[in-house]
């Protein structure tokens, strides 16, 4: 039943943007008619689209409202069974359209306003972005952590409370995989000697070969120099398998 639900679900924005076929569109209605819990989550949509006509008096305009129930059904397609409705993603991802959308308003009202409350929308809409990577970077699904590192890319100048929780999970998550998106991520802030020194003491944590391989090759494209007594403990380290030791030793030897 919940999977059948789940189904259901992934169809109603299409359905509230009138993108479904007559015969889906027949047997959603259907579905709902029978159905208390899809018929909430309908009333939900419905009511988040009603702030959004009625914020600050102005209707939304058509390619805006629009533009949400995409992002909504993007956002919503790899969300976990514990339900996106009530998740981190759907709350911020609603409060980023209507940030949008009350900006969109008070142009239309305003048009000679200036360039900096663009600039307070976008620094608003990265504010929600990276609490709701920070907020996902907790989720069971490993899938869905390396999904939230992914909202890295987007950031310039990450929050501090990002950079800690990136470090957190490249020395912690138990999913070797994660840990290699967290190392790609940081590799956009290496311009920052805090993350430079924070990587090299990352390698004294990491026990799986691809994740040291990875940040012993990301020390030598940064040529920093002081890793060295890390790569050399490392090939120390009981443990190590043999083709890290031979990685560390051609980093060594490109670094010194």
């Not at 490993?142 to 992914?150: D, L, M, N, Y």
Request: hydrophobic share 40%.
């Amino acid at each position: 039943m919940i999977m059948e639900c789940k189904n259901w679900e992934e169809k109603i924005p299409a359905y509230l943007n009138d993108e479904l076929s007559s015969k889906s569109k027949e047997e959603l209605e259907k579905h709902l008619q029978q159905c208390e819990v899809c018929q909430k989550k309908l009333d939900q949509t419905k009511a988040l689209l009603k702030m959004i006509e009625v914020d600050q008096q102005v209707e939304a305009p058509a390619e805006i409202r629009q533009g949400f129930l995409k992002e909504l059904e993007k956002e919503k397609a790899p969300a976990t069974e514990s339900g996106f409705w009530d998740s981190w993603a759907f709350k911020i991802a609603a409060s980023i359209t209507l940030l949008i959308v009350g900006f969109a308003a008070g142009q239309f009202s305003s048009p000679e306003r200036d360039d900096s409350e663009l600039a307070e929308l976008k620094n608003e809409m990265l504010s929600m972005k990276q609490m709701m990577m920070v907020s996902m970077l907790k989720d069971e699904s490993a899938s869905e952590r390396i999904r939230a590192v992914g909202y890295v890319e987007e950031f310039d100048e990450p929050a501090p409370e990002v950079l800690e929780t990136l470090f957190n999970t490249l020395n912690n998550d138990e999913s070797p995989n994660v840990r290699l998106a967290a190392i790609k991520a940081l590799e956009k802030f290496t311009y920052s000697e805090d993350v430079r020194l924070l990587l090299i003491k990352s390698m004294d944590f990491q026990e799986d070969p691809f994740v040291q391989i990875s940040l012993i090759n990301l020390m030598v494209d940064i040529e920093e120099k002081r890793s060295a007594k890390s790569l050399q403990q490392l090939m120390k380290k009981e443990g190590t398998q043999q083709i890290v030791k031979d990685q560390a030793q051609i980093g060594l030897q490109l670094l010194i």
